[in-house]
């Protein structure tokens, strides 16, 4: 299983992402956002950070880069996607997901150990989670406040597409305390906390964000097989 | 001029304008910031603030429906987000 993380002029996480797939047991191949070629990868990671400087809006400018087209074209084919903060807002500004992530209503950056329910495990990112396993995971964000109007709202929660949930305490002002979401076929997975930058003891929280990254590592080479049954 | 691109001598250019404006119904958390510090600068009576983004872009040739549809387009593509923000195009006429 060769997992990509593309790296978009201003990513950050880039390189926490491609560590936290090599520690999951995965392959990790760097991708570059100007490079229309995917080289092969079996899953994409878009990491957090502030690509294009977060002109005119966040991830409005990354989701027109070279290496989007091929993401886009390939994640309606169903090859997994997991866009983390930034990445959640390119694949809102993509129309991969729906809603949209605006400024946190308390404005105010907001940086903290995020509580955290998944609740939909039958992603290809969240299957070594139990459902509704309740876990602690860095959460970072100037805008993730995520909107999207009420039939949308909905259709996320009538098909169980809402895939993490905040506890306790809602960060950012997102509807519904909605934390992170997954496309209808449940490839594509948008999600605002960091599960990279929780994947080690040393640093961090603890160790919960790991099974963002092992659920496809385990997988072993066999992306077709997570294709098929989304 | 650090335009990309420079028209001919002699051929007119029209300048559209893009207003881009949060949704009514969406939170506008800048707009409210301004509207916090109006009346601690001591201006009463302000109801409510809200913040927009405007685009100015210059097409070579005169104004014309066609035009207006390709800014259109470039709004509805990339400069506005139609899922919480709504936009206006007008023409105006600007010195060549």
């Not at chain 1, 961090?204 to 989304?230: E, I, N």
């Not at chain 2, 070579?60 to 066609?66: F, L, R, S, T």
Request: charged letters at 25%.
């Amino acid at each position: 299983m060769k997992i990509g993380v593309v790296t978009f002029p201003g990513s950050l996480d880039d390189v926490d992402a491609v560590r936290a797939v090599r520690l999951a047991g995965g392959e990790a191949l760097s991708l570059w956002h100007g490079d229309p070629d995917l080289h092969g990868v079996d899953a994409v990671i878009l990491p957090g950070g502030f690509s294009y400087g977060d002109y005119l809006r966040c991830g409005a400018i990354s989701r027109f880069a070279p290496v989007m087209t091929e993401v886009i074209a390939a994640a309606e084919r169903g090859l997994p996607v997991l866009g983390i903060c930034n990445g959640f807002q390119i694949l809102c500004e993509s129309h991969l997901l729906p809603g949209a992530l605006i400024r946190n209503d308390h404005r105010t950056f907001v940086c903290r150990d995020q509580r955290l329910r998944i609740e939909n495990n039958r992603t290809p990112w969240t299957s070594s989670y139990a459902v509704n396993a309740e876990v602690t995971i860095v959460l970072k964000n100037g805008e993730g406040g995520f909107i999207a109007d009420g039939p949308t709202l909905e259709r996320l929660e009538g098909e169980g597409r809402v895939v993490a949930r905040y506890l306790e305490v809602n960060p950012n002002g997102s509807l519904h305390d909605i934390a992170g979401i997954s496309n209808e076929r449940g490839n594509v997975v948008g999600l605002m906390p960091h599960p990279e930058h929780a994947v080690e003891g040393l640093t961090g929280a603890g160790t919960d964000g790991l099974a963002f990254f092992t659920g496809l590592a385990a997988l072993g080479a066999v992306a077709p097989s997570a294709v098929a049954q989304a | 001029m650090t335009a990309s691109h420079r028209p001919p001598k002699g051929t007119t250019v029209a300048r559209y304008v893009v207003d881009v404006m949060p949704k009514r119904e969406i939170l506008d958390p800048q707009g409210k910031a301004v509207l916090g510090a109006l009346p601690r600068l001591g201006f009463e009576g302000v109801s409510d603030v809200r913040q927009g983004k405007r685009f100015e872009i210059e097409v070579d040739g005169d104004a014309d429906e066609a035009r207006l549809d390709d800014v259109r387009r470039m709004a509805e593509t990339l400069l506005a987000n139609p899922v919480i923000e709504d936009f206006t195009v007008t023409a105006e006429e600007a010195d060549a």
